[in-house]
């Protein structure tokens, strides 16, 4: 006791100290986020079951560039969305644009359709492009904008 009474001014700037210690870790706990987490959260919770392999996606660009109205053709995965861009030859009709996306849904399996959201780009220097077409995971086909 007779340290305290003392040393009062240096226990009270020690305690003091620590409090503004605990202060500034509590606040910067729960104001800064942490990185350490993953970017999608638990959004991405079942995917290593349904993983969509590059192999596959290379084979359907392949394939779908080899058709005579597209000229190229290109995918991108990200998180459960699956992106792909297709250019389509000048002259080439919109239907006809969209019966090749169509195809695209042969590539992936049932739980892989039932997983993923699937984007389509139609593109090409037509002044009628581009058309974007969108499936959603419990969707069966795709739903088509223009412009």
Do not use: C
Not at 1 to 15: A, D, H, P, Y
Not at 34 to 45: A, I, M, S
Not at 61 to 66: A, C, G, P, V
């Amino acid at each position: 006791m007779k340290f305290f009474k003392k040393n009062k001014k240096i226990v009270i700037g020690v305690t003091i100290a620590v409090i503004v210690l605990l202060v500034v870790f509590l606040v910067k706990i729960l104001v800064f986020p942490t990185f350490e987490k993953d970017r999608y959260g638990n959004r991405l919770d079942g995917i290593e079951q349904v993983r969509i392999n590059s192999d596959s996606m290379t084979k359907m660009e392949q394939e779908l560039s080899t058709a005579n109205n597209i000229e190229s053709v290109s995918t991108d995965v990200k998180g459960r969305i699956i992106n792909i861009m297709i250019e389509v030859k000048a002259g080439t009709k919109a239907e006809d644009a969209k019966k090749v996306a169509d195809q695209t849904l042969k590539y992936f399996t049932g739980d892989q359709k039932e997983y993923y959201d699937i984007q389509v780009f139609l593109t090409s220097s037509d002044e009628n492009y581009p058309y974007i077409g969108y499936k959603h995971k419990t969707s069966k086909s795709f739903k088509w904008t223009n412009n």
